[in-house]
């Protein structure tokens, strides 16, 4: 599929915007109604034949492999954020968590277009605050989703929005470690993988035993789906949503597998390696072999963050601006910090600060001083614990 330009996009984006509410009356509440009463034969239990399934199920139009987005809104938040891939060929289905408290620079054409929607929409973007950016939901989702189809270079099928009631009943959250090469951030020059500790949403056993009870009935799964559809949000349609039918009957709830995104958090902030996760989707995406086995998680090791006090610190200015390596110093010793030395950094300019620490856990408690700097485990000088090397963004800090 060729890549659509941006600004096609934002064209059919707002079209879908303009024609929402239209089709949604029109075309998605009729043929609501015509499926809720296939489905349902007007009675409290489904009683529809297999044949009148299988001829809604012929008739959807749906993706072969669908990439839905789903929000969990929680009142003016997104408080989570799922990439659902179902794949209609190997009934496979796949769950990528994206952290919500990712920040991202919009692109300056799409910012460009986005900035006639809200002149106050911030280039530098919280994925979690997407709401708070635009007027109303539908368009917070709606260019939600072209943002992240950015971020992740991927084309969404649609999106799905549960409450947190519904999220609560159907997930949980785990520890995993994603290990990834980086693709495009700092560390691209490097040959080596990271690891990096994401907490991921996973389905919960109550929700796992729910597919399972509806896997092979199709009766079942078309009040399944009904059922969900009267409690989300969407831009598919439950009819569209019906084609899924046959992928659920053959799903294997225990198969279900659940990823992070390759990236790297700075305290509580998280950059996506946006080259690594296009990497990481396509290949989910263009998997061809069904999943046999359960997923297995190692288990992850509890880092605690330990005090940088009295660790020995040296502080270079790798910005070429003038006073910040003294700044630092001054900020650092009256906090209580033991800065031994400061000086220039020539190896290159960087704009984002960088702490290196000889030991993991050490270094968090300076995040607070500097303007959205990595912690990073690494080689430092002899004779410190600590170096700070400080980049172009900490000039105003």
Same mark, same amino acid.
Request: aromatic residues 8%.
């Given at each position: ?10 064209? *059919?984006?707002?079209?879908?915007? @303009? ?5 949604? @009356? ?32 012929? +008739? ?8 839905? *987005? ?10 989570? *954020?799922?990439?659902? /891939?179902?794949?209609? !060929?190997? &009934? ?5 968590? /994206? ?13 460009? !277009? ?26 917070? =989702? ?19 929005? *549960? ?5 609560? &009943? ?5 520890? /995993?470690?994603? +290990? ?11 040959? #080596? ?19 399972? $009870? ?37 799903? $294997? ?11 790297? =958090?700075? $305290? #509580? ?11 990481? /989707? ?28 009295? #660790? ?16 630092? +110093? ?17 190896? %290159? ?14 270094? +968090?408690?300076?995040?607070? =001083? ?19 090397? @400080?980049?172009? %963004?900490?000039?105003?800090?």
């Amino acid at each position: 599929m060729k890549k659509k330009s941006i600004a096609k996009v934002f064209i *059919l984006s707002l079209l879908k915007s @303009i024609l929402g509410i239209a089709i949604i @009356i029109a075309v998605g509440f009729a043929s609501y109604k015509i499926s809720y009463m296939v489905l349902s034969n007007n009675s409290e239990n489904v009683g529809t034949s297999s044949n009148e399934i299988k001829d809604i199920v012929e +008739k959807a139009q749906t993706d072969e492999i669908s990439k839905n *987005l789903i929000y969990v809104s929680n009142d003016n938040k997104i408080s989570h *954020l799922m990439l659902e /891939i179902c794949n209609t !060929k190997t &009934n496979n289905m796949d769950y990528i968590t /994206i952290p919500v408290g990712t920040d991202y620079t919009i692109p300056t054409e799409m910012y460009q !277009k986005l900035s006639t929607v809200n002149q106050e929409i911030p280039q530098i973007i919280r994925i979690g605050r997407l709401k708070q950016y635009f007027q109303n939901d539908e368009d917070a =989702y709606g260019y939600g989703e072209l943002i992240i189809e950015k971020i992740l270079g991927v084309k969404i099928s649609y999106y799905t929005v *549960l409450d947190q009631e519904t999220y609560l &009943n159907h997930y949980s959250r785990r520890n /995993i470690e994603v +290990k990834f090469k980086p693709l495009s951030l700092a560390e691209s020059s490097s040959e #080596k993988s990271v690891t990096v500790t994401e907490k991921i949403n996973v389905a919960s056993r109550s929700y796992v035993n729910q597919l399972k $009870d509806i896997k092979g009935n199709q009766n079942k799964i078309a009040e399944f789906i009904k059922d969900q559809y009267e409690r989300v949000d969407s831009n598919l349609t439950v009819y569209n949503k019906i084609g899924y039918v046959e992928s659920y009957e053959k799903m $294997d709830p225990d198969l279900i597998h659940y990823w992070g995104i390759p990236g790297k =958090y700075s $305290d #509580k902030i998280f950059a996506v390696d946006t080259k690594a996760s296009k990497s990481f /989707i396509n290949n989910l995406v263009n998997n061809t072999t069904a999943y046999t086995q359960a997923q297995v998680f190692n288990k992850v090791a509890k880092t605690s963050t330990k005090s940088s006090k009295g #660790k020995s610190i040296i502080v270079l200015n790798g910005s070429q601006i003038g006073g910040l390596a003294t700044a630092a +110093k001054t900020t650092l010793t009256n906090a209580g910090y033991k800065v031994k030395k400061i000086g220039d950094y020539t190896a %290159a300019t960087l704009t984002q600060t960088k702490i290196i620490v000889r030991e993991d856990g050490v270094g +968090k408690d300076l995040v607070k =001083y500097f303007s959205n700097p990595v912690v990073e485990t690494g080689t430092v000088d002899t004779g410190y614990d600590i170096k700070i090397i @400080i980049g172009t %963004a900490d000039a105003n800090n």
